[in-house]
């Protein structure tokens, strides 16, 4: 009984760190004159990755590299059709309103980059090198995104105040000290809730003698998701597309090339050749799916959310049976 209570604990201090989270990042924005989106991509995609690195660190250091290489993986499959998907059910998510096309193909090859190091058989130290020196350009690009954006002036900042100051306690002269409050109870609470609710999950889980490739493609995957999943709801309650999508756009570039990069420094990590045959490439495919609300300007409806979830319930099922 004390597995589930604490699975339930854990999900609560998710569901109030990724409210604090969205909170912070978004008045940290207003304060600077810097984008949602930017801030989505970096500050909220790291701290709700967190997670994720943690897991995959352990994992690795206990030879567990299934858990490692499917948490991330499927972390990212996840992002894209669960954790997209629920907030559409809940209401309309309007893509159509943002502006993602640069870092959606940042994505994507970050996506490519991680396959190919992962058809070598095992990824190294040299591996993570690459993808960390990815990810250093990536964030480089952002940050002279965000600098050109405030040289733009005062036009840019006004329109960025429109869409922000209809959020619950968005407000452009919030105190630091807050602001930082705010951030510091997501970045903490987030791990901490994945933590325990990942943990005492894989507990349950390994009573029904469940692989470990399996358990980091589903279960792991799915609980180190939850803090994308609590900060994109959030997200969307408050009307925040672009923090939404910019959190999963980010956290899955986080994932893939920080995650994977940070871990390979513990020890080599084994693909196994199940990845190789249908789950990269599933993954792959649901970054795809994202085309149409990235270059045609379409929202993630309802029905798109169904839609979503629906493909995702259909891939669990695949793997679990």
């Known amino acids: 009984m004390m597995p589930w ?24 924005s207003l304060r600077l004159g810097v984008p949602a989106l930017i801030v989505s991509l970096t500050i909220v995609a790291f701290g709700t990755s967190a ?7 352990n994992a690795v250091h206990e030879n567990a590299d299934g858990i490692a290489l499917g948490n991330v993986v499927g972390s990212n499959t996840a992002n894209i059709l669960l954790v997209l998907g629920i907030p559409a059910i809940i209401a309309t998510l309007h893509t159509s309103q943002c502006s993602t096309r640069k870092n959606y193909v940042y994505m994507l090859l970050a996506s490519v980059l991680f396959i190919a190091l992962a058809f070598c058989g095992t ?35 006004a329109e960025d105040l429109d869409d922000l100051e209809g959020l619950e306690e968005a407000d452009p002269n919030m105190p630091y ?20 609710l990942v943990d005492n999950a894989t507990t ?10 399996v358990i980091g493609l589903t279960l792991v995957a799915i609980g180190t998701s939850l803090p994308e999943l609590a900060t994109t709801v959030m997200a969307t309650l408050r009307r925040q597309a672009d923090v939404a999508l910019g959190n999963v756009i980010g ?18 990590i084994s693909v196994d050749p199940e990845f190789l045959q249908f789950d990269l490439w599933v993954m792959l495919a649901a970054s795809l799916l994202l085309i149409p ?14 839609i979503l979830t629906g493909l995702y319930v ?7 049976f």
């Open 177 to 196: 000290w807050r602001i930082a409050l705010y951030l510091g109870l997501g970045l903490v609470g987030l791990p901490l809730g994945a933590d325990l």
């Open 51 to 57: 997670p994720e690195l943690l897991i995959a660190i």
């Open 123 to 157: 990824l190294t130290i040299w591996s993570g090198l690459v993808l960390l020196t990815a990810l250093t350009l990536f964030l480089l690009a952002a940050f002279r995104e965000a600098r050109e954006h405030r040289r733009n002036g005062c036009a840019g900042e």
């Open 204 to 213: 349950i889980a390994r009573m029904y003698h469940i692989s470990e490739t």
């Open 293 to 306: 609300f990235v270059f045609l300007k379409q929202d993630i409806t309802r029905l798109w959310g169904f």
């Open 251 to 268: 956290s899955n570039m986080f994932n893939l090339l920080a995650i994977i990069g940070i871990a390979t420094f513990v020890g080599p």
């Open 314 to 320: 259909a891939y669990l099922a695949v793997i679990l």
């Open 5 to 28: 209570l604490l699975c339930a604990l854990g999900l609560v201090i998710l569901l109030l760190a990724g409210d604090a989270l969205v909170r912070g990042a978004v008045n940290l």
